[in-house]
């Protein structure tokens, strides 16, 4: 049975840090694409970042890049975004996914087809 379980989310001023992780068991995140998404209240779950499966390549929503970076430690077989300099507009439930296909990109963006997720936890960046 696979299982991905994230922690690490809560509450933060504006301007902190916070290192989500994921922890997985039942699946090898090494062989798999990964990443994080993000759901505001009443909008959809969002790519945020992204590892690819095949080369490793990352993969950063415009808005987040230069201050969240993902990283993954394959012999813990776990999943980390290190968020950093966060603002209000960052607030939203973080969710770790795994999937078997390659990040896909079009024009800019990019895409990354998810068949395992996590529960989610929230982070909340408020003063």
């Known amino acids: 049975q696979v299982q991905l379980v994230e922690s690490g989310g809560g509450l933060v001023q504006p301007g902190g840090s916070l290192r989500l992780s994921c922890a997985a068991s039942?699946?090898?995140?090494?062989?798999?694409?990964v990443g994080w998404f993000r759901q505001f209240p009443g909008k959809t779950r969002d790519e945020v970042s992204g590892?690819?499966?095949?080369?490793?390549?990352?993969y950063y929503i415009p808005s987040v890049k230069g201050r969240f970076t993902i990283s993954r430690d394959n012999a813990k077989n776990t999943l980390f975004l290190q968020m950093n300099s966060l603002k209000p507009e960052d607030t939203a439930v973080y969710y770790c996914?795994?999937?078997?296909?390659?990040?896909?990109?079009?024009?800019?963006?990019?895409?990354?087809?998810?068949?395992?997720w996590g529960q989610g936890t929230q982070v909340t960046v408020s003063s």
């Open positions: 590892i690819s499966r095949s080369d490793g390549s990352t």
């Open positions: 039942g699946l090898s995140l090494g062989h798999h694409s």
């Open positions: 996914a795994a999937g078997i296909s390659d990040v896909s990109t079009y024009g800019s963006g990019w895409y990354l087809k998810a068949e395992y």
